[in-house]
């Protein structure tokens, strides 16, 4: 089942305020415009091929609004040069690299054509992959039956029954994201998926002027993204893919820990990131904890993403 048009109505006017503001990012351009040459010598990593075909799918947390550049094919995505499937895409030194993540996606769009912030619409993310296809990246599920437009609409707190509502519509997440990971493999059997989980947005004990919330009210708000996590989790095992967890990762590194935050506040800010969305630095250390996750190895240290030139796949 599907949320109601008033919900879809609501998940997208929450991002619609990004598609008015992307005149004011300094050069819209695409990722092939902005990536640099770079990489690393090619090599097999784990079960994937010396040369990897990459396909990069999922919602804003993956698609990076606002962080840095915003890729023009198609800007209504709001999909930046330097989200961690682009960082991933330069260190793993892809043959070619498909990036269809969109922000306010959800498990239904990889089977529809989705309405774009700029109310404009893209193709299906399934379509990007084929039996070529070496390696996805999947995070997804936030959006689904409008859990994350609810948390926002909980910035003062939740009541107990829009916890309970929550806390059920995240459990439902696993079976959605288990029949995208089996759509995904019987297109491209050989692929190996990776199913990412969310990173911490709230802190665990005390809040701050961003989230101005008491300790129960940010307990209950970790109860739900642990269930969102969890049901990520159990889908990707229910389909037969790897699932990698960066909550402990940016454990630290909530919207309420100044400098060292992976989370931007309140704000919109172009250039920075989307309200309460990963900043340059989230982006960055989620990619190094897939990185590892793919290859058992440490990330390279890296200040900006730089996928191979020529590997960046136009949508």
Not at 55 to 79: E, K
Not at 123 to 134: E, M
Not at 242 to 248: E, L
Request: glycine share 10%.
């Amino acid at each position: 089942m599907h949320p109601s048009p008033r919900a879809r109505r609501v998940r997208l006017s929450r991002l619609a305020a990004v598609a008015v503001l992307l005149a004011l990012v300094a050069t819209a351009c695409s990722g092939s415009d902005a990536a640099e040459e770079g990489g690393f010598p090619q090599q097999s990593f784990g079960d994937l091929p010396a040369e990897i075909d990459y396909v990069a799918m999922g919602d804003s947390y993956s698609a990076g609004p606002l962080v840095t550049t915003v890729r023009s094919d198609p800007s209504g995505c709001v999909r930046s040069t330097d989200n961690y499937p682009a960082f991933l895409a330069g260190w793993l030194d892809v043959e070619t690299y498909t990036d269809v993540t969109c922000s306010a996606a959800d498990t239904g769009d990889f089977t529809r054509r989705q309405q774009m912030v700029d109310g404009k619409r893209v193709a299906p993310q399934l379509d990007a992959v084929s039996t070529d296809t070496d390696l996805v990246t999947l995070g997804i599920g936030g959006n689904d039956f409008g859990i994350f437009s609810s948390l926002v609409g909980c910035a003062e707190g939740c009541s107990p029954k829009q916890q309970k509502r929550l806390l059920r519509d995240a459990a439902r997440v696993e079976a959605r994201v288990r029949k995208v990971v089996e759509a995904i493999t019987d297109r491209a059997p050989e692929a190996e998926v990776f199913v990412i989980g969310y990173p911490q947005v709230l802190p665990e004990d005390e809040s701050c002027g961003a989230v101005p919330l008491t300790p129960a009210q940010l307990d209950a708000a970790a109860e739900i993204a642990g269930r969102l996590n969890g049901s990520l989790a159990a889908g990707a095992e229910g389909a037969s893919a790897s699932y990698v967890d960066v909550s402990d990762a940016s454990e630290g590194h909530d919207v309420c820990a100044g400098k060292a935050a992976w989370i931007n506040g309140p704000e919109m800010l172009p250039g920075i990131a989307a309200p309460f969305h990963p900043v340059l630095d989230g982006m960055r250390g989620v990619a190094a904890e897939v990185f590892s996750e793919i290859t058992g190895d440490e990330a390279p240290q890296a200040e900006r993403a730089a996928p191979p030139r020529d590997a960046v796949v136009r949508n």
